[in-house]
């Protein structure tokens, strides 16, 4: 079964920044997209940024310019770096995956756990 781990979460001031990592817990056989997303409380989830095997990437406008998504093939993980953060960023933050686990099998959607980030002075 592939889990998805992330790391990287915390507490920062206005203005400072963060790097977010999501890795799978084990070796699949291709990943078509990968991406974050956030939910803050009382909202809905909301995409965040969004890379896709090509890496083409796609942005919220709330974010654009601010955070940039990476991708490491090789390792299986995805990154998000956050900078100029402001207090609207305050949510829980999920890493998603949508890829095959080995070759015959279709593709499934993965989900991380969440990892919190609230930004406050």
């Known amino acids: 079964q592939v889990q998805l781990v992330e790391s990287g979460g915390g507490e920062v001031q206005p203005g400072g920044s963060l790097r977010l990592s999501c890795a799978t817990s084990?070796?699949?056989?291709?990943?078509?997209?990968m991406g974050w997303y956030r939910q803050a409380p009382g909202k809905q989830r909301e995409l965040v940024a969004r890379?896709?095997?090509?890496?083409?990437?796609d942005y919220a406008n709330s974010v654009k310019d601010r955070f940039t998504i990476s991708r490491d093939n090789a390792k299986n993980t995805v990154y998000l770096q956050m900078n100029s953060l402001k207090p609207g960023d305050t949510a829980v933050y999920y890493c998603?995956?949508?890829?095959?686990?080995?070759?015959?099998?279709?593709?499934?959607?993965?989900w991380g756990q969440g990892t919190q980030v609230t930004v406050s002075s």
């Open positions: 084990r070796s699949i056989f291709s990943i078509s997209a």
């Open positions: 998603h995956i949508r890829g095959k686990p080995e070759a015959w099998r279709g593709e499934y959607d993965y």
């Open positions: 890379i896709t095997s090509g890496s083409n990437t």
